[in-house]
DNA sequence: CTGAAAGCGCTTACAG
DNA sequence: CTGAAAGCGCTTACAG
C-alpha cells in the first residue's frame, strides 16, 4: 500500500526548492529551460499529481465549478454532463454534478452550502434550475460567477448558451406546409417550461406566415411525458376534420403520439404525420423514425463551460438548430 | 461578495476553542450537551459549512469517492450516477463521477491520478470498467477499497452488487414457451460483453430444460446497439422456417427488431414475437411495448455503495431481476 | 531565475 | 469535558 508522492519529495529528487516544483506546475515564467526539464522528468517519473485538497485551501481558486441540473431526461442530463465536463477537463478544471430539487425550500441554501464546502470558482445551470431567480440572486450577491445553458428568465443578461427555439419551432412548421399540411396540431409542454412557450410561438407565427388561421381546437397541453403525449394525441384525433399533422413539443410526446396511431392501425404517415423535438435517442428507435429537431445539447453544454472559464470575455453564444426529416412526416393525404 | 465563515469565527462567536467546534462538526463523545446545542446554534446561524479541502488535507480521509463509467447508454448511466449519488450524500461522502475510455492504455495512471489529486477513499466501478483487470490489479496493490457493480469477471471476489443474468434470461425464454413458441431466436451482444455470455447461457439452458434443440442458426451476434438488432434480425427472419420469437439481449437491439418488423408489415405479436432486456425507458416507447426484464440498475448502484461505506462488513449483494410482460410478445402462430 | 517564511482551515495526537 | 501545538501539501507575498 504505497502512498502519494508530495512535492517536497519531487523538489528533493530534482535537487531544487519545493517553490521550483509549484512553478514548474503552474506554468510559470521564470524557470530555466533546463530545470524545468529536470522538474518535468521527476514528476513523469513519481507519476506526481498535486494535491487538489492542498490547492484550493492555499490557493485563491479551487479549479472546481459545478454542473447543477434537476431534469427527469437521462438522455438530457447525460449530454449537457458530456459537454460540460470534457470542456472543463480541457481547461484543468473539475467538474462537480450536482442534481438539485428546483422547487424544494432550501435550494438556495443547499447551494450555497455546496459552494462554500468545495470552495466553487463558478457554476452552471442547466434548465429548469436556470428559471430559480431566487439562486441567480444569491449568486449574483456573492459576487459568484455563473453560466446559463438554454435560460428562458433574464435572456440577455449574464452569461448564457442557447438555441432559437422560436426560429425551429417555425422551421419545422414550415417543412409540414410545404409537405401540403394545412391541419396541423401542435402538443404543447408545460407552462412552466420556456422553452415550451417559445415553441408554439414558433408554430403559431409560421402558420400566420402562411395565412393559415391558427385554431386553439388543435393545441392541447401536455408535460414533455410519452403519456401525456398519448392523451393529446387521442383527444386530437377525435377532432373533425382530423388534423393531418401532429407536432409534438418534444421527442417522447412524439412518441406517445406514434403509439396512439399504431393502435387505431391509423397509416404512417399516408395518413398521419408525427414530428418531434430534441433528437434524443428515443427518435431513431421508434417506427417510423421520428422527423425532428436536433438540438445541440452537448455543444450547448461545451459552449457554456467555455463562456465560463475560457476568459475570452464573450457573455453570449447562440447555436442553431437542424431539422431532421424521417420517415414520420410525409404528403398530406388528398 | 461575502465569502464562506471559519471554524474559528464559529468558536469566537460560541465562546469556545475552534477545536471544540471540531468534535460537534464530528459528533465526537465528550462535549456537553450545553456546549454541543450552544455550537450547533452558531453553526446553524452562520450557514457555516466546513472546507472540504482543509478536512481532506489535515485527516486521514478525504469524504471522496469515485464513479467510474464507460458505458454509452445514457439510461444506464443515469441511474447508476443516481443510485451511487443518493446513497454515497446519505452517508457523508461526495461522489465523482468518472467517465473513462477502457481500452485506453493509459486508464490506469489516469484513475491513479484521480485517486491521488482527490485523496480517494475508493472508488465504485460500472461495467464495463470491472473487467479492466489491470486495474483491479493496481487498485489491489495500492490498498484501495473499491467495490463493483455487475462484474462478469472475478465475480466471487471481493465487493461486488450484481444481478443473476442466467436466471433472468431463463425467465425470459421461459416465457416464450409457455405461450407455446418452439422456434426462439436470440441475438447476443457483443463477446467481450460478460452479461451477453450469461445471457445467452440462460437461453440455452432453459431450451434445453424444455426438450428444445439449440439451433445455432437461430443465434446471431450484435453489438448492444440499435442497428446491430435491425441486421440481425434480417438475417434472423431469413431463416426457413421462420422463428416465431426473437429474443434480444437488451432493449436497443429490441427495438430494432421492432423496426425491421414494421418495415416488414408482419403483425406484431401475430405473427412474431419480440423480446428485450433491461427495461430501459425505450422499452414503453416503442410500439408495441416491450416484454422485456426490469434490471435494478438503480437499486444496484444503491448497494454498491452501501456495500463500499456503510461498513457493515458484507461484501456481495445480489438483487432479483423482474419479468416484465407487454405486448410485444404474445401466443405462437399455428 | 530561485528560495525561505507564513498561512490557508481544518484534524490528529497529546495534555490537562 | 476542553484546549494549545503541530502539521497536512500546497500557494502567496516578499526577498534576493
Same mark, same amino acid.
Given at each position: 500500500?504505497?502512498?502519494?508522492?508530495?512535492?517536497?519529495?519531487?523538489?528533493?529528487?530534482?535537487?531544487?526548492?519545493?517553490?521550483?516544483?509549484?512553478?514548474?506546475?503552474?506554468?510559470?515564467?521564470?524557470?530555466?529551460?533546463?530545470?524545468?526539464?529536470?522538474?518535468?522528468?521527476?514528476?513523469?517519473?513519481?507519476?506526481?499529481?498535486?494535491?487538489?485538497?492542498?490547492?484550493?485551501?492555499?490557493?485563491?481558486?479551487?479549479?472546481?465549478?459545478?454542473?447543477?441540473?434537476?431534469?427527469?431526461?437521462?438522455?438530457?442530463?447525460?449530454?449537457?454532463?458530456?459537454?460540460?465536463?470534457?470542456?472543463?477537463?480541457?481547461?484543468?478544471?473539475?467538474?462537480?454534478?450536482?442534481?438539485?430539487?428546483?422547487?424544494?425550500?432550501?435550494?438556495?441554501?443547499?447551494?450555497?452550502?455546496?459552494?462554500?464546502?468545495?470552495?466553487?470558482?463558478?457554476?452552471?445551470?442547466?434548465?429548469?434550475?436556470?428559471?430559480?431567480?431566487?439562486?441567480?440572486?444569491?449568486?449574483?450577491?456573492?459576487?459568484?460567477?455563473?453560466?446559463?445553458?438554454? $435560460?428562458?428568465?433574464?435572456?440577455?443578461?449574464?452569461?448564457?448558451?442557447?438555441?432559437?427555439?422560436?426560429?425551429?419551432?417555425?422551421?419545422?412548421?414550415?417543412?409540414?406546409?410545404?409537405?401540403?399540411?394545412?391541419?396541423?396540431?401542435?402538443?404543447?409542454?408545460?407552462?412552466?417550461?420556456?422553452?415550451?412557450?417559445?415553441?408554439?410561438?414558433?408554430?403559431?407565427?409560421?402558420?400566420?406566415?402562411?395565412?393559415?388561421?391558427?385554431? $386553439?381546437?388543435?393545441?392541447?397541453?401536455?408535460?414533455?411525458?410519452?403519456?401525456?403525449?398519448?392523451?393529446?394525441?387521442?383527444?386530437?384525433?377525435?377532432?373533425?376534420?382530423? $388534423?393531418?399533422?401532429?407536432?409534438?413539443?418534444?421527442?417522447?410526446?412524439?412518441?406517445?403520439?406514434?403509439?396512439?396511431?399504431?393502435?387505431?392501425?391509423?397509416?404512417?404517415?399516408?395518413?398521419?404525420?408525427?414530428?418531434?423535438?430534441?433528437?434524443?435517442?428515443?427518435?431513431?428507435?421508434?417506427?417510423?423514425?421520428?422527423?425532428?429537431?436536433?438540438?445541440?445539447?452537448?455543444?450547448?453544454?461545451?459552449?457554456?463551460?467555455?463562456?465560463?472559464?475560457?476568459?475570452?470575455?464573450?457573455?453570449?453564444?447562440?447555436?442553431?438548430?437542424?431539422?431532421?426529416?424521417?420517415?414520420?412526416?410525409?404528403?398530406?393525404?388528398?
Amino acid at each position: 500500500m504505497s502512498s502519494r508522492p508530495t512535492i517536497k519529495e519531487v523538489s528533493k529528487i530534482a535537487g531544487v526548492s519545493f517553490k521550483t516544483v509549484s512553478r514548474v506546475l503552474n506554468n510559470e515564467k521564470h524557470v530555466s529551460e533546463e530545470t524545468r526539464r529536470r522538474v518535468e522528468e521527476v514528476v513523469a517519473r513519481l507519476n506526481f499529481r498535486p494535491s487538489h485538497a492542498a490547492r484550493t485551501l492555499a490557493g485563491r481558486r479551487s479549479f472546481q465549478v459545478a454542473l447543477l441540473y434537476d431534469n427527469p431526461s437521462p438522455y438530457y442530463v447525460y449530454h449537457v454532463q458530456t459537454g460540460a465536463q470534457q470542456r472543463c477537463s480541457a481547461l484543468g478544471y473539475r467538474l462537480l454534478l450536482q442534481p438539485v430539487d428546483v422547487l424544494a425550500d432550501d435550494l438556495v441554501s443547499n447551494v450555497m452550502a455546496l459552494v462554500d464546502e468545495a470552495h466553487l470558482d463558478g457554476l452552471i445551470l442547466s434548465p429548469p434550475v436556470t428559471e430559480a431567480l431566487a439562486l441567480l440572486d444569491a449568486l449574483d450577491q456573492r459576487g459568484l460567477p455563473y453560466v446559463r445553458i438554454a $435560460p428562458g428568465a433574464r435572456k440577455d443578461s449574464g452569461m448564457a448558451s442557447m438555441m432559437d427555439d422560436v426560429a425551429a419551432a417555425r422551421a419545422m412548421t414550415r417543412h409540414l406546409v410545404d409537405v401540403g399540411h394545412r391541419r396541423i396540431a401542435f402538443i404543447r409542454g408545460a407552462k412552466t417550461h420556456i422553452s415550451s412557450s417559445d415553441r408554439l410561438e414558433g408554430y403559431r407565427q409560421e402558420l400566420e406566415a402562411h395565412g393559415i388561421a391558427f385554431d $386553439p381546437e388543435l393545441v392541447v397541453e401536455g408535460d414533455y411525458s410519452f403519456r401525456s403525449g398519448t392523451e393529446a394525441t387521442r383527444a386530437l384525433l377525435a377532432r373533425t376534420p382530423r $388534423p393531418t399533422a401532429i407536432f409534438a413539443g418534444n421527442d417522447d410526446m412524439a412518441a406517445g403520439a406514434l403509439a396512439v396511431a399504431h393502435e387505431l392501425d391509423i397509416d404512417l404517415p399516408g395518413e398521419l404525420s408525427i414530428a418531434g423535438f430534441d433528437d434524443s435517442d428515443l427518435a431513431q428507435a421508434v417506427w417510423p423514425p421520428l422527423t425532428t429537431i436536433r438540438q445541440p445539447v452537448r455543444e450547448l453544454a461545451d459552449a457554456a463551460a467555455e463562456l465560463l472559464l475560457g476568459g475570452s470575455g464573450e457573455t453570449q453564444i447562440s447555436l442553431d438548430h437542424e431539422l431532421i426529416v424521417r420517415k414520420s412526416t410525409g404528403p398530406a393525404p388528398k
